[in-house]
């Protein structure tokens, strides 16, 4: 982390969506829970934002890559998104002094990519995607047992995946890598793709790549 201009060491690469792959790779074998999980922001109809903690399930390659979770579409992320498919999250792991900052778009994963997902799930996740009307009113525990019971009894031992619930990708206009440095000297590279908007007043300067230009930041 060095060096004074260019990249290197753990921010060398030409593709984005590997490197953010390989910190993701290096993060399962330190992080002590859920390394893959990131703050995922939307905003409502009148722009007020809202975070929560998600699990990222893929980082898709590819110079069309992007980044994939699952929801129930009528909770309020799932709403939000579909008013206003824009959205950004941030991945941060304590073990390895890092995090990952992605904006972009967002859209619907394809029917079939979500059937196989659902399948893969625990039997217990599956009827939980069933029973849960995400983000309403609950009146108790035992009401949401009662109606994964339901579940079980109406869906059957291998229920598909409910209409109401699915994935969705992001597809980054910019991704951030950014690194602890001594004294709050931080290393940050910024990754803005051709032709999206960088959400900052200074120019677009930087190392083109592959449709991308890389920029070192202030921390």
């Keep these: ?7 290197g060491g ?8 590997a490197l953010a792959q390989a910190w993701l790779d290096e993060a399962a ?10 703050a995922l922001a939307t905003a409502d109809a009148d722009g007020m ?9 893929e980082i898709e390659p590819g110079p069309d890559g992007a980044f994939v979770f699952y929801t129930n579409f009528e909770g309020t992320k799932g709403q939000e998104l579909a008013a206003n498919p824009q959205a950004a999250f941030v ?40 029973a849960s009307r995400q983000s309403r009113p609950l009146a108790s525990r035992a009401a949401l047992m009662g109606a994964v019971a339901k579940a079980a009894a109406t869906q059957g031992p291998n229920p598909g995946r409910p209409p109401f619930w699915g ?7 910019e991704i951030e890598f950014w690194a602890d440095g001594a004294a709050r000297l931080h290393d940050r590279f910024r990754w803005v793709r051709e032709g999206g908007a960088s959400g900052e007043n200074d120019a677009i300067t930087g190392e083109r790549i592959s449709g991308w230009t890389v920029a070192r930041l202030f921390p």
């Design 29 to 38: 074998g330190t992080e002590p829970n859920d390394p893959n999980a990131i």
């Design 49 to 57: 934002p809202n975070v929560r903690m998600v699990l990222l399930k």
């Design 91 to 130: 991945m941060h792991w304590k073990s390895l002094r890092r995090q990952v900052r992605v904006r972009g778009r967002v859209e619907r994963v394809e029917d079939a990519k979500a059937d196989a997902y659902y399948r893969s799930r625990g039997l217990d996740s599956r009827l939980g995607a069933w």
């Design 1 to 7: 982390m060095g060096d004074t201009g260019g990249r």
């Design 10 to 17: 753990i921010f060398a690469g030409s593709d984005p969506f």
């Design 167 to 173: 994935g969705f990708r992001i597809r980054p206009t």
